[in-house]
């Protein structure tokens, strides 16, 4: 996808969060957008112009009245873009801990590291630059142990860097789900770049999903509320002894967290933070 013209939709929040517009993204996302920018007072959404239905996200939109702030939109055509281009000059390369290098296919001349990462970034989320991407990282870096030789789920997987990441750590076998069909896309081309499609599988769908296996490693950065939502389900999925790694959300968000895993059988081992947003660990009660 090279030029292509899109529609930006400006979605006016109000009153405007990142929480409520991470609440009207994942409702949104039902629909084939294929990015969004938080831009308070708005979030902003692309999609291709002849799949743009104003109806469909109306009514789409209607279903979150009474979640505590209003919602309207506007719609207008943008010139064809380069998106490769504009890759180009917003995705940098980026090295986790010194450990992982996470770079897209025109970085040339990098320094390697120990495991390198190439992202075609598309439309999809996950190239390791928002602090939570990073700090799911580093906790894969830290828990090789955990991850060697055993089966990685990667909730929400988005361009499936950390689903990426955990097979060239050796995991057994890796699966991903996203339920944006262009991440999802976006995640089964990425494995074949980086050469881990034989131990990786990829789907679109949300965690009812997840009964089709249970996993040792489970991995969602998603957001507050969906975690909130799915994370009985995590545990119910997760082998005895299992560990579960969650972010998407703010350091304040801890105790909500911490509660609902822990009524899910799930155990608080650790956490980081970077910048206000926060990364748990947890662990399935043997």
């Given at each position: 996808?090279?030029?292509?013209?899109?529609?930006?939709?400006?979605?006016?929040?109000?009153?405007?969060?990142?929480?409520?517009?991470?609440?009207?993204?994942?409702?949104?996302?039902?629909?084939?957008?294929?990015?969004?920018?938080?831009?308070?007072?708005?979030?902003?959404?692309?999609?291709?112009?002849?799949?743009?239905?104003?109806?469909?996200?109306?009514?789409?939109?209607?279903?979150?009245?009474?979640?505590?702030?209003?919602?309207?939109?506007?719609?207008?055509?943008?010139?064809?873009?380069?998106?490769?281009?504009?890759?180009?000059?917003?995705?940098?390369?980026?090295?986790?801990?010194?450990?992982?290098?996470?770079?897209?296919s025109f970085h040339e001349g990098l320094k390697r590291t120990r495991f390198n990462i190439t992202i075609d970034p598309k439309m999809a989320f996950g190239t390791g630059h928002h602090q939570t991407t990073y700090m799911m990282c580093r906790a894969l870096l830290e828990n090789e142990e955990?991850?060697?030789?055993?089966?990685?789920?990667?909730?929400?997987?988005?361009?499936?860097?950390?689903?990426?990441?955990?097979?060239?750590?050796?995991?057994?076998?890796?699966?991903?789900?996203?339920?944006?069909?262009?991440?999802?896309?976006?995640?089964?081309?990425?494995a074949r770049l980086n050469r881990v499609g034989k131990v990786m599988e990829t789907y679109c769908g949300d965690a009812s999903l997840l009964q089709r296996n249970t996993y040792d490693v489970l991995l969602a950065n998603i957001n507050r509320n969906i975690l909130l939502q799915d994370i009985p389900t995590y545990a119910l999925s997760l082998h005895r002894g299992g560990?579960?790694?969650?972010?998407?959300?703010?350091?304040?968000?801890?105790?909500?967290?911490?509660?609902?895993?822990t009524a899910a059988g799930l155990e608080y081992v650790s956490h980081d933070s970077i910048d206000g947003w926060c990364c748990i660990k947890f662990s399935k009660q043997a």
């Amino acid at each position: 996808m090279n030029s292509q013209e899109y529609i930006e939709v400006a979605i006016k929040i109000a009153p405007y969060s990142e929480e409520n517009a991470e609440i009207v993204t994942a409702e949104v996302s039902e629909l084939p957008y294929e990015s969004f920018s938080m831009e308070d007072p708005f979030l902003k959404c692309y999609i291709q112009k002849d799949l743009y239905d104003a109806q469909a996200l109306k009514v789409l939109l209607s279903g979150l009245e009474g979640m505590g702030f209003d919602v309207e939109f506007t719609a207008n055509l943008m010139p064809a873009v380069n998106w490769n281009a504009v890759w180009e000059s917003q995705f940098p390369p980026i090295v986790v801990d010194g450990k992982c290098t996470i770079k897209a296919s025109f970085h040339e001349g990098l320094k390697r590291t120990r495991f390198n990462i190439t992202i075609d970034p598309k439309m999809a989320f996950g190239t390791g630059h928002h602090q939570t991407t990073y700090m799911m990282c580093r906790a894969l870096l830290e828990n090789e142990e955990a991850v060697r030789g055993k089966v990685v789920m990667d909730m929400g997987c988005g361009t499936a860097v950390l689903a990426i990441l955990a097979a060239k750590m050796k995991a057994a076998k890796v699966y991903g789900i996203d339920i944006d069909a262009v991440a999802a896309i976006s995640a089964y081309d990425n494995a074949r770049l980086n050469r881990v499609g034989k131990v990786m599988e990829t789907y679109c769908g949300d965690a009812s999903l997840l009964q089709r296996n249970t996993y040792d490693v489970l991995l969602a950065n998603i957001n507050r509320n969906i975690l909130l939502q799915d994370i009985p389900t995590y545990a119910l999925s997760l082998h005895r002894g299992g560990l579960l790694f969650v972010s998407g959300f703010y350091v304040e968000d801890m105790p909500m967290l911490i509660g609902t895993a822990t009524a899910a059988g799930l155990e608080y081992v650790s956490h980081d933070s970077i910048d206000g947003w926060c990364c748990i660990k947890f662990s399935k009660q043997a």
